[in-house]
């Protein structure tokens, strides 16, 4: 089975501060994606990444940034927070193959105050 | 610009109350249907791929069908168990990029 962990499942922070969302996956996929999930707007994309050191924007990527130095791991950095950015981040990562679904970790609910 | 659009939004059903979801997308190059399953402060949870028009799947009490248009999910003889928020998405030809929907809420009733 896929596992997709994200490393924290609630998280409380400031406004202005620097907030980093980690994600990991141990099924060697190349693609990884972060996502929020807001009532009433569904699930929209944020960035993804399609190999080491790639990334492309997603729908939604102003006041967000990402890194991937190494396969397994997708990072979401939220350069100054702001409580608009309050919601639930959800990582996922899907295979190269041709209509593999995503996989999706439990999620990150974060607060900004 | 693809959509994908859910009906209802919420559904009350009585334990063994069969009924269906409804997913209406519009895509180029349709190249999966996706249903996913997400209880409250979890993920989404995979429970099918649909490819083309005329294709099946089943797992225990659910059914996903697919046409040109549309996919349904059909619930057949509900369980509490089966309460929980239904995803459909979408793949089109740009690829790895899904679509969703905004979900229906399903809540079964003993």
């Known amino acids: 089975d896929v596992k997709v962990t994200q490393s924290s499942r609630y998280l409380v922070k400031r406004t202005g501060e620097k907030v980093f969302l980690e994600c990991v996956q141990d099924?060697?996929?190349?693609?990884m994606f972060w996502y929020r999930q807001d009532p009433g707007l569904g699930l929209r994309l944020i960035y993804f990444?399609?190999?080491?050191?790639?990334?492309e924007k997603g729908d939604i990527p102003e006041g967000y940034s990402v890194s991937r130095e190494k396969k397994e791991r997708f990072s979401l950095i939220l350069e100054s927070a702001s409580t608009n950015q309050t919601s639930m981040y959800l990582c996922?990562?899907?295979?190269?193959?041709?209509?593999?679904?995503?996989?999706f970790g439990d999620g990150t609910r974060l607060s900004i105050l | 610009e693809d959509q994908v659009t859910q009906s209802p939004e919420a559904l009350r059903l009585q334990e063994g109350e069969s009924s269906s979801l409804n997913c209406s997308y519009t895509v180029s190059g349709l190249r999966g249907l996706f249903w996913y399953r997400q209880d409250p402060g979890k993920g989404p949870e995979f429970l099918f791929t649909l490819y083309s028009a005329g294709e099946e799947k089943e797992k225990e009490r659910l059914k996903a069908t697919l046409t040109k248009k549309e996919s349904f999910l059909h619930i057949t003889a509900p369980k509490p168990e089966d309460s929980a928020t239904y995803l459909c998405a979408s793949e089109g030809a740009a690829g790895n990029k899904l679509t969703f929907g905004g979900g229906t809420r399903v809540l079964v009733k003993p």
């Open positions: 099924m060697d996929h190349e693609n």
């Open positions: 996922a990562s899907k295979g190269q193959s041709l209509n593999q679904p995503q996989h």
């Open positions: 990444s399609y190999d080491v050191k790639m990334k």
